[in-house]
């Protein structure tokens, strides 16, 4: 620490010192008989001076939190379009789904004849050969949803490998004797909404009979299908007992749905499936049938397509196709086309 001692007026060694050496005495002539640190006495006569701003950074870190903010404000715009378009999205569904709707296809039936029967020598190849053969059947025919059944493993794998374009279900996904009945629609028309299965009595056991809720990806019309195959010679018992069931959950189907119901499959009936289905449903066949539950035309197969509910189900071009008969299957090929009307919801 050092002492500034008073200064005169008169002091001419003073006034003869450098410009800054004089401020500091003027300064310190404030601070007459006060004590001043040197660092204070090294300030006044050497004073900092601000360092210079570098323009080109300056610059360039404004357009840095310039661009950064554009971003962020162009990712905010396209959220809110997005949001924006879910919600318009979802309006034009909400009105749609109110709509009738309808949908119009081919639907077809075919017991493709499990590689059980024909093992050995016999009058048809093995099973998975005459698989691939009903899959370019199907695929040649336009048909685009039909109910399939006594599938085997070694034909679901075949079926999944040469019907391509269709979606196939339920595969595996109902365990045990799952696989016999199948359903198979052409993914660009038709998806799958819902699905389930109900067990009924098949050949002196139990086995899952599927369905599945589709919607038509243009018109979003939406309609149940089932698979079914009844026991076959003297088990008319567990004939009458499957036909109940497959009642009973059509009429389910409609009641809590209101859409439209179709069923395919191998009943083991020339007759009384139709009857019993029509008299408690009002279900009409592809084939036909008229005004009190009246037969359709003859020839009758043991294979059947009905339909109904909904805002109504109209058949029409049913054919009995035989070329499955030379090679691939001892069942007739059946299909038809089909509009199947969705309500909408009430």
Same mark, same amino acid.
């Given at each position: 620490?050092? +002492?500034?001692?008073?200064?005169?007026?008169?002091?001419?060694?003073?006034?003869?010192?450098?410009?800054?050496? &004089?401020?500091?005495?003027?300064?310190? @002539?404030?601070?007459?008989?006060?004590?001043?640190?040197?660092?204070? *006495?090294?300030?006044?006569?050497?004073?900092?001076?601000?360092?210079?701003?570098?323009?080109?950074?300056?610059?360039?870190?404004?357009?840095?939190?310039?661009?950064?903010?554009?971003?962020?404000?162009?990712?905010?715009?396209?959220?809110?379009?997005?949001?924006?378009?879910?919600?318009?999205?979802?309006?034009?569904?909400?009105?749609?789904?109110?709509?009738?709707?309808?949908?119009?296809?081919? *639907?077809?039936?075919? !017991?493709?004849?499990?590689?059980?029967?024909?093992?050995?020598?016999?009058?048809?190849?093995?099973?998975?050969?005459?698989?691939?053969?009903?899959?370019?059947?199907?695929?040649?025919? &336009? +048909?685009?949803?039909?109910?399939?059944?006594?599938?085997?493993?070694?034909?679901? @794998?075949?079926?999944?490998?040469?019907? /391509?374009?269709?979606?196939?279900?339920?595969?595996?996904?109902?365990?045990? !004797? &799952?696989?016999?009945?199948?359903?198979?629609?052409?993914?660009?028309?038709?998806?799958?909404?819902?699905? /389930?299965?109900?067990?009924?009595?098949?050949?002196?056991?139990?086995?899952?009979?599927?369905?599945?809720?589709?919607?038509?990806?243009?018109?979003?019309?939406?309609?149940?299908?089932?698979?079914?195959?009844?026991?076959?010679?003297?088990?008319?018992?567990?004939?009458?007992?499957?036909?109940?069931?497959?009642?009973?959950?059509?009429?389910?189907?409609?009641?809590?749905?209101?859409?439209? +119901?179709?069923?395919? /499959?191998?009943?083991? $009936?020339?007759? $009384?499936?139709?009857?019993?289905?029509?008299?408690?449903? /009002?279900?009409?066949?592809?084939?036909?049938?008229?005004?009190?539950?009246?037969?359709?035309?003859?020839?009758?197969? *043991?294979?059947?397509?009905?339909?109904?509910?909904?805002?109504?189900?109209?058949?029409?071009?049913?054919?009995?196709?035989?070329?499955?008969?030379?090679?691939?299957?001892?069942?007739?090929?059946?299909? @038809?086309?089909?509009? +199947?009307?969705?309500?909408?919801?009430?």
């Amino acid at each position: 620490m050092v +002492v500034v001692p008073s200064l005169t007026d008169g002091d001419d060694s003073a006034s003869a010192t450098s410009a800054t050496v &004089g401020s500091a005495k003027a300064t310190a @002539a404030s601070h007459q008989g006060k004590v001043v640190s040197r660092s204070a *006495v090294r300030t006044l006569r050497h004073p900092r001076r601000a360092a210079p701003q570098d323009n080109d950074q300056a610059r360039a870190a404004a357009l840095r939190i310039e661009r950064r903010e554009a971003r962020e404000l162009a990712r905010e715009k396209r959220r809110k379009a997005r949001l924006l378009r879910i919600k318009r999205e979802k309006k034009r569904l909400a009105r749609l789904a109110k709509m009738r709707k309808v949908s119009t296809f081919r *639907v077809g039936a075919l !017991n493709i004849l499990g590689s059980q029967h024909t093992r050995g020598k016999g009058r048809y190849g093995p099973g998975t050969t005459r698989a691939a053969i009903s899959a370019g059947i199907i695929a040649a025919r &336009g +048909v685009d949803v039909v109910t399939l059944s006594e599938v085997q493993d070694d034909q679901l @794998a075949v079926l999944n490998n040469r019907m /391509g374009g269709y979606s196939i279900w339920p595969q595996h996904a109902l365990g045990s !004797n &799952g696989q016999r009945l199948q359903i198979a629609w052409r993914s660009s028309r038709f998806e799958m909404v819902d699905g /389930g299965s109900v067990s009924f009595p098949f050949d002196r056991q139990s086995i899952p009979l599927p369905y599945v809720r589709l919607r038509d990806r243009s018109t979003q019309a939406e309609f149940w299908v089932l698979s079914v195959h009844n026991s076959a010679r003297d088990l008319e018992g567990e004939r009458d007992a499957a036909t109940a069931i497959q009642i009973s959950l059509m009429r389910r189907l409609m009641e809590e749905s209101g859409k439209p +119901v179709l069923i395919g /499959g191998d009943v083991n $009936e020339h007759e $009384e499936f139709f009857y019993k289905v029509c008299q408690s449903l /009002g279900f009409l066949a592809a084939n036909g049938g008229g005004p009190g539950c009246a037969l359709p035309p003859r020839p009758l197969r *043991v294979d059947w397509i009905m339909g109904g509910g909904g805002a109504g189900v109209d058949f029409s071009g049913y054919v009995q196709d035989g070329s499955t008969l030379a090679q691939a299957s001892d069942h007739y090929f059946i299909h @038809a086309d089909v509009s +199947v009307t969705d309500p909408g919801e009430q």
